[in-house]
T-cell receptor
Framework: DAGVTQSPTHLIKTRGQQVTLRCSPKSGHDTVSWYQQALGQGPQFIFQYYEEEERQRGNFPDRFSGHQFPNYSSELNVNALLLGDSALYLC????????????FGEGSWLTVV | KQEVTQIPAALSVPEGENLVLNCSFTDSAIYNLQWFRQDPGKGLTSLLLIQSSQREQTSGRLNASLDKSSGRSTLYIAASQPGDSATYLCAVSNQAGTALIFGKGTTLSVSS
């Protein structure tokens, strides 16, 4: 049973560019959440998707957007990259009805230069 | 606004020692609290989940307690081993299925 998988694992982008990160949830899970973790900090919630709709959003600008597909996989898009967007981006999946058990992927390391 | 604080930020202990990590939160109206482990550059692994109605949870050498009224949780690690070296993160959820609010973590180093 595959856990949460994320791609790419590492990437380097230039300031002003756009990036797309991908996530496949654990088998059977229907809810995907995205978190940003800067060095030395705890993860911060970006948004959550269920039934292809954004259900909750953290305190992130509109440059951060997402999508959930019918197979429950998800994408995180960041436009007009800033140096401060450099971080580990974590995807987490869960079962909406359960609301408790959450599984994290290994993350995507984004470096903006 | 819920805030989570973890003390200490870093801890170094010799192998075999018992230790306690602390977590505090400002709003006691939580749904649950979780402790996670994160190895350098890796994702998070859930260690223990405590529902708001529970007082503690145990898994092997780990024991987590929750005191909602005082806004505190502790993670007790018995007989520490070098393999326990990692960052331990505490997170609370205010409602079922909602966003987790994390502390900054405690980085533990266990020397052999």
């Amino acid at each position: 049973d595959a856990g949460v998988t994320q791609s790419p694992t590492h990437l380097i982008k230039t300031r002003g560019q756009q990036v797309t990160l991908r996530c496949s949830p654990k088998s059977g899970h229907d809810t995907v959440s995205w978190y940003q973790q800067a060095l030395g900090q705890g993860p911060q919630f970006i948004f959550q998707y269920y039934e292809e709709e954004e259900r909750q959003r953290g305190n992130f600008p509109d440059r951060f957007s997402g999508h959930q597909f019918p197979n429950y996989s998800s994408e995180l898009n960041v436009n007009a990259l800033l140096l401060g967007d450099s971080a580990l981006y974590l995807c987490a999946s869960s079962f909406w009805e359960a609301g408790n058990t959450i599984y994290f992927g290994e993350g995507s390391w984004l470096t903006v230069v | 606004k819920q805030e989570v604080t973890q003390i200490p930020a870093a801890l170094s202990v010799p192998e075999g020692e018992n230790l306690v990590l602390n977590c505090s939160f400002t709003d006691s109206a939580i749904y649950n609290l979780q402790w996670f482990r994160q190895d350098p550059g890796k994702g998070l692994t859930s260690l223990l989940l405590i529902q708001s109605s529970q007082r503690e949870q145990t898994s092997g050498r780990l024991n987590a307690s929750l005191d909602k009224s005082s806004g505190r949780s502790t993670l007790y690690i018995a007989a520490s081993q070098p393999g326990d070296s990692a960052t331990y993160l505490c997170a609370v959820s205010n409602q079922a299925g909602t966003a987790l609010i994390f502390g900054k973590g405690t980085t533990l180093s266990v020397s052999s």
